[in-house]
């Protein structure tokens, strides 16, 4: 099976500085990444993805995630951290199970509770 | 539009109760999934459904039935829960669950259910 880790329970950093939250993955052939964000009492959000293509991707809200194969890292970043950006970051990774065929699902990191103040 | 819908926000119900959750999307998602979360912990799936059958089951207790009337409503039908059950209760959509599987999966905002 896929997995991804997210090292950091919590990341803190104050409104203007960068903010980096954390993934390295473990898969077996082509990582298909994602990225979501969840506010409190609210559903995931999508911020990007990395399928294939240059290692740097730019998603929604001013986030960008960088992939490094030899590090296995698919790190979240954003130059100018807001006080706004405070939430639930996971990562996660397209996963398969013996038994599904060719079906899908994704398998998602522990997550990172982000916290920036003002 | 990237919009998953849930009904109700919110519902509180007895062990010996019965209700259901519904959740609808527009964008022609032939995908769709339920997933259970705990306060701060990543989404748990349930079920998948793949063009209106169901094709993942994460061996989740018969107490939640899922049911998909056609392409855009998912029902997640609940009797006989335990308060172990309260939880976020998650719906998302995406293109498809085939296809290498990198689809994007949108998410609803979520039914948060207290099992009294």
């Known amino acids: 099976a896929q997995s991804v880790a997210q090292p950091e329970d919590q990341v803190n950093v104050a409104e203007g500085n960068p903010l980096t939250v954390k993934c390295t993955y473990s898969?077996?052939?082509?990582?298909?990444l994602f990225w979501y964000v969840q506010y409190p009492n609210r559903g995931l959000q999508f911020l990007l993805k990395?399928?294939?293509?240059?290692?740097l991707v730019k998603g929604s809200y001013g986030f960008e995630a960088e992939f490094n194969k030899s590090q296995t890292s698919f790190h979240l970043k954003k130059p100018s951290a807001l006080v706004s950006d405070s939430a639930l970051y996971f990562c996660?990774?397209?996963?398969?199970?013996?038994?599904?065929?060719?079906?899908?699902?994704?398998?998602f990191g522990a997550g990172t509770t982000v916290t920036v103040r003002a | 539009d990237t919009e998953v819908t849930q009904t109700p926000k919110h519902l509180v119900m007895g062990m010996t109760n019965k209700k259901s959750l519904k959740c609808e999307q527009h964008?022609?998602?032939?995908?769709m999934y339920w997933y259970k979360q705990k306060a701060k912990k990543p989404p748990e799936l349930m079920f998948v459904y793949s063009y209106e059958k169901l094709s993942i089951n994460e061996s989740v207790p018969s107490r939640f039935s899922p049911e998909c009337p056609n392409s855009s409503l998912l029902n997640l039908h609940l009797h006989a829960l335990q308060p172990e059950d309260s939880a976020l209760y998650l719906c998302?959509?995406?293109?498809?669950?085939?296809?290498?599987?990198?689809?994007?999966?949108?998410f609803g905002p979520g039914t948060r259910l207290t099992v009294l």
């Open positions: 998302a959509s995406s293109r498809s669950i085939r296809d290498r599987g990198t689809d994007t999966q949108y």
């Open positions: 964008m022609g998602h032939r995908a």
């Open positions: 898969v077996s052939g082509n990582p298909y």
């Open positions: 996660a990774v397209r996963d398969t199970k013996e038994g599904w065929s060719n079906d899908y699902k994704l398998s």
């Open positions: 990395y399928i294939t293509g240059d290692n």
